[in-house]
């Protein structure tokens, strides 16, 4: 099998004998148009030769006719002292088109038994010829077809291709936007620690209370809602004392020990308040 580059040579010198002085149509070169211009290539090589076969095998035949008709007018001027030169005009040209016809029929006589299956094998010729003709043309259709959905393939593909390209430039433009907010956030989130560890080692250095750093003010805040939390059922105990009608003095004794530890957890709270708040 020929190499690609012998391939497109082949097919450059082939098309340049075709058109000749003509210029070449352009065309896209790729390996497939490469191909199919290979192929004609090949099968116009061979169809040339089988030309110069069949013209030089006609050529041969003439050759034998024109001696086989000199052999027959020197016979018929030995024998009946006869010579086309004496026909007329009308006798000459029949004659002339009889050994056309022959000639052209590939036959070894002017017999009738040699023109009739001579005509036949010519009809046969002519229809075979002409149904190879439609195949061909058939063939030639559908490479056409081929050939243009292939290029309509082609130039879809480019364009998605090109679509492809642009969609990742944009996407690629999204990443570094975003590496470089990143690189930012990095940046400022490293800012703000250090910030914070110096402002934490500045108030450390002014004697402030561990306790009120932020993350004990947050547990603290956690702690004072567990704790109102732990209220709610007292506060609801002590309701229900308040509704007891029978024995004053001993709802008056449960009263006052409700008071007692409300007061004790509210005041509890208004000093973790009064912490928060400093």
């Known amino acids: 099998m020929a190499a690609p580059e012998e391939k497109a040579l082949q097919v450059a010198e082939w098309l340049k004998k075709v058109f000749g002085d003509h210029p070449i149509p352009q065309y896209e070169m790729n390996s497939r148009t490469t191909e199919i211009l290979y192929h004609l290539s090949e099968r116009n090589r061979v169809r040339d030769r089988d030309i110069s076969l069949v013209i030089e095998d006609l050529k041969q035949k003439a050759s034998e006719y024109e001696s086989e008709a000199k052999r027959l007018e020197d016979f018929l001027m030995e024998s009946v002292n006869f010579s086309p030169a004496n026909l007329s005009k009308s006798g000459s040209r029949f004659l002339n088109a009889l050994v056309d016809s022959a000639i052209a029929l590939e036959i070894k006589d002017t017999s009738l038994a040699s023109f009739i299956p001579a005509v036949n094998d010519l009809t046969s010729d002519l229809f075979r010829t002409k149904s190879k003709s439609e195949e061909m043309k058939l063939e030639l259709g559908k490479l056409e077809k081929n050939l243009t959905a292939t290029l309509v393939l082609e130039k879809c593909l480019r364009e998605d291709l090109k679509k492809a390209e642009l969609q990742l430039s944009a996407e690629k433009a999204k990443v570094d936007s975003r590496l470089q907010n990143m690189d930012f956030l990095k940046a400022k989130a490293a800012e703000f620690r250090f910030g914070i560890k110096a402002a934490e080692e500045q108030l450390s250095a002014r004697g402030m209370d561990a ?42 004794l449960k009263i006052e020990e409700a008071k007692r530890e409300l007061d004790a957890i509210e005041a509890e709270l208004t000093k973790k308040v009064d912490m928060m708040g400093l």
């Open 211 to 252: 306790s009120l750093s932020h993350r004990s003010l947050a547990a603290l805040s956690e702690k004072l809602s567990e704790l109102k939390e732990q209220t709610r059922p007292l506060k609801k105990k002590l309701e229900s004392y308040l509704d007891l009608m029978p024995s004053p003095s001993l709802a008056q």
